[in-house]
C-alpha cells in the first residue's frame, strides 16, 4: 500500500513538472517577435543622376581605323576594374567575352526600368564599345582585303565588374534584376555582394595555401616534368595553367 502511494505521488511530481516546463517555453514563445536590426545607410549618398547613362553605338574618332583580333583582350584575368569602387552590389565576369551594344543597351533598359532611382543609383564599370570588328558582305569573293568596319565591341576579360548598384537597398531587392542580366550576358557573369566577392577571392587563396598535392602546375613547370616547356606558351606560364583562351579553370590550383 505504501509503495502504491508513493509512486502516485512521484507520477504526480513529474507530470507537474512536464506541464511547468512546457508553460515555461510557451511564456519563451509568446509575445513581442524579435527581428534584426535593419542596416544603416546614413552614410550612404545618392549621385544626381542615379540611373545608368546612355552609352553611344560608335565611338568619335576622327578616322576610325581597323584593328587585328588581338585575343589578348579576353584572355587571361582583369587587371583593373575587378573590385567595388562605389556600389555594394554588381555582376563579375567569370570569362572573357566581348560585349556588343546590344547587351550594354539591355542592361541599361532592364536595370533602369526596374530600380527605385529615388533609393538606388546604378553605374557602368566598363568603357563604351572601342574595338572594331570588320565584316565582308555576302556573296563577295575570296581576296580584295581586310573588310570594312561592321560594328564596335568592349572586350572583358575575367573577374572584371561589369556594372554596379548601391544605395539604401538590401541583396535581395537587387538580386533578381541583377540574374535576369547576367543571364544573358555572352560570357559566364555572376551576382555579388561586397562581402560575396571577398569570401570568393579568400576562399581561392585558402585553396591555394591548404593544398595537399605536391605535384601543382607550377612545381611541373619548374621542373621540366617530361618535357613540357616545349607545348606551353608564356600565357601557360605567366598564370600557372589556370586560364584557356578565355575561360578560366576553377579547379586549377
Request: proline residues 6%; positive net charge.
Amino acid at each position: 500500500m505504501f509503495a502504491f502511494l508513493k509512486n502516485t505521488f512521484l507520477g504526480l511530481t513529474r507530470s507537474s513538472r512536464v506541464t511547468g516546463s512546457l508553460q515555461n517555453q510557451l511564456k519563451l514563445v509568446a509575445g513581442m517577435k524579435t527581428y534584426e536590426e535593419p542596416p544603416d545607410y546614413s552614410g550612404v549618398v545618392l549621385p544626381e543622376r542615379p540611373k545608368l547613362k546612355f552609352i553611344n553605338k560608335v565611338p568619335n574618332f576622327k578616322k576610325a581605323k581597323k584593328e587585328m583580333k588581338k585575343l589578348r583582350d579576353i584572355r587571361g584575368p582583369a587587371q583593373t576594374a575587378n573590385t567595388f569602387a562605389r556600389g555594394q552590389y554588381g555582376i563579375v565576369a567569370l570569362g572573357g567575352g566581348y560585349l556588343h551594344w546590344g547587351h550594354i543597351e539591355m542592361m541599361r533598359l532592364t536595370i533602369n526600368r526596374r530600380i527605385d532611382p529615388r533609393t538606388t543609383f546604378a553605374r557602368w564599370r566598363v568603357n563604351a564599345p572601342y574595338k572594331p570588328i570588320t565584316r565582308k558582305g555576302l556573296g563577295q569573293r575570296m581576296g580584295g582585303g581586310k573588310g570594312a568596319i561592321d560594328h564596335y565591341v568592349t572586350p572583358v576579360r575575367c573577374g572584371r565588374m561589369v556594372l554596379e548598384l548601391g544605395g539604401r537597398c538590401e541583396f535581395g531587392e537587387v538580386e533578381p534584376i541583377l540574374t535576369e542580366v547576367a543571364k544573358k550576358l555572352p560570357f559566364p557573369a555572376k551576382v555579388v555582394s561586397r562581402e560575396s566577392l571577398a569570401a570568393m577571392y579568400q576562399e581561392e587563396r585558402e585553396r591555394e595555401l591548404n593544398n595537399q598535392n605536391p605535384w601543382t602546375f607550377q612545381r611541373v613547370v619548374s621542373t621540366n616534368m617530361l618535357g613540357i616547356r616545349k607545348v606551353l606558351s608564356p600565357f601557360d606560364l605567366r598564370h600557372n595553367g589556370k586560364y584557356v583562351g578565355k575561360f578560366r579553370l576553377p579547379g586549377r590550383v
